[in-house]
């Protein structure tokens, strides 16, 4: 009886390491992920801004010449870049308000699927107000946004083209 309680304590006390042991391993993973995961690339709130003004120029151009294959594609990335400020930069107090810009968003998406030029003119300008009255109340009136009077994009032609 004596040795099976000290065969017990022994493989209790070996069984304890072990889980200790188990513990540190984990634990180390952990902080490595951690590091790591500190280290992996998340956008900036002005590189996303950037995007935008990229695509709200785009979009102006491809509803201007009734591309309206490249305004959805355009539209379609206006609203991922939203989400992405949604997703990536929580902390900064401007990310509150840029779901201010879904109505606009949607209706210019509505004047798309219906082809429909004069409320695409409309819908745009709406959207290009949304983006200045976000401004106003973020402290970025500084940073006034204007229906393109040009491209930027001279390497693109906006007009519906079968490529040969």
């Not at 099976?4 to 390491?17: G, M, R, T």
Request: proline share 2%; charged share 20%; net charge positive.
């Amino acid at each position: 009886m004596k040795y099976a309680v000290i065969l017990i304590l022994a493989l209790s006390l070996f069984s304890c390491n072990q889980q200790s042991n188990t513990i540190k391993v984990l634990q180390n993973r952990i902080d490595s992920l951690e590091t790591q995961l500190a280290e992996v690339y998340k956008p900036g709130f002005g590189e996303l801004m950037t995007n935008v003004q990229s695509h709200h120029s785009k979009l102006w151009f491809a509803g201007k010449y009734q591309n309206w294959k490249l305004a959805k594609f355009e539209i379609k990335e206006l609203n991922e870049i939203v989400a992405d400020i949604l997703k990536y930069q929580t902390e900064r107090k401007e990310s509150q308000y840029i779901k201010m810009m879904n109505p606009a968003l949607d209706s210019v998406n509505i004047a798309i699927e219906q082809k429909n030029k004069i409320l695409f003119k409309t819908s745009y300008t709406l959207l290009t107000n949304s983006c200045n009255e976000c401004h106003l109340l973020t402290n970025f009136e500084y940073n006034i946004v204007k229906i393109p009077d040009s491209s930027p994009f001279s390497n693109q032609d906006f007009k519906t083209k079968k490529i040969n």
